[in-house]
């Protein structure tokens, strides 16, 4: 009776950790899927992890393997969902400060609790290790930007709880070059004009992006007249086209009862997108001086 409740235990930490593996890495991207990749795994007899079995997923084969990479270039996670039904999860970490470079990491603990060593965690089909120890040499690693991953080949060996029996296999990604970020030029103009009988302010300006994205206009302005200080904030939203420059124009309200009026201002704009395919905000800033006439 004891065995028996010591591995459902077990089973239920371990599948906890195999699900949430790839939630718990910090500034990790947002998991891509894999062109072409393969994984195996083969264990000695008494590998819980393995069951002493070999087991082997491709691409080819018409597996699913999805890969993402932290932000640091510090981590390496691949997925792999088996067309049988089989799942896996394996992760690859560098030691704190460092990132992911081709070479052998010793001394391996379990990831995402390896607070001053690399960083290694194979586990899945409900089952994990409590604790591990391991090694794995990254033999080929390139990234793009935001933690995207070109190309990845890695063998790893992991013991489970202290164990002498070793599960051991290899993994290999290799993706397109990554897509260029997105990129934003923010223009304001130097002119604008205000309105007397509102005491609004208008301002204008242009927009360029290397894909076709909403972007967010916002911006606020400040003017002194007479010793008071006149502020005000605008804010637009334009559709922006790849390689074009988009015009934008926003008014601004005084924030209080004296209204903007002629003569020059300062404008602070910023100009925000999210990158369509990394999923990471963009942003463009500039202050200018703006000189108001009558609209």
């Not at 718990?24 to 079995?53: C, H, K, N």
């Not at 934003?184 to 927009?207: C, E, K, M, P, Q």
């Not at 309200?253 to 999210?274: C, D, I, K, W, Y």
Request: proline share 6%.
């Amino acid at each position: 009776m004891t065995k028996l409740v010591r591995r459902t235990a077990v089973l239920a930490f371990a599948s906890l950790a195999a699900a949430a593996g790839t939630l718990l890495a910090p500034g990790a991207a947002q998991a891509q899927p894999v062109e072409t990749g393969s994984f195996t795994m083969t264990g000695d007899p008494g590998d819980y992890i393995s069951q002493g079995r070999d087991w082997s997923y491709s691409t080819g084969a018409g597996d699913r393997l999805t890969v993402n990479g932290s932000t640091d270039n510090r981590l390496v996670s691949v997925g792999i969902d088996g067309a049988n039904g089989d799942w896996w999860h394996a992760e690859f970490q560098a030691p704190p400060g460092e990132t992911l470079e081709p070479g052998t990491y010793t001394g391996a603990t379990r990831y995402p609790f390896n607070d001053d060593t690399p960083g290694l965690n194979v586990s899945g089909d409900g089952r994990g290790c409590n604790t591990l120890t391991g090694t794995f040499t990254v033999e080929e690693i390139s990234f793009g930007p935001q933690g995207y991953v070109e190309d990845f080949e890695a063998t790893y060996e992991q013991h489970c709880e202290g164990g002498q029996p070793a599960a051991r296999g290899r993994v290999e990604i290799h993706n397109p070059t990554a897509p260029e970020q997105l990129g934003i030029t923010l223009n304001t103009a130097t002119s604008g004009t205000f309105d007397r009988l509102n005491g609004n302010a208008t301002l204008h300006g242009t927009v360029s992006c290397t894909a076709d994205v909403p972007v967010h206009v916002n911006g606020s302005i400040t003017q002194v007249k007479r010793k008071v200080i006149i502020r005000g904030t605008f804010g637009a939203t334009v559709d922006c086209a790849a390689g074009a420059e988009v015009p934008w124009s926003a008014t601004a309200t005084p924030n209080g009862t004296t209204p903007f009026q002629l003569g020059r201002a300062e404008v602070s704009t910023t100009a925000s997108a999210t990158d369509p395919v990394y999923e990471k905000p963009v942003t463009a800033e500039e202050t200018v001086t703006v000189t108001l006439t009558r609209g």
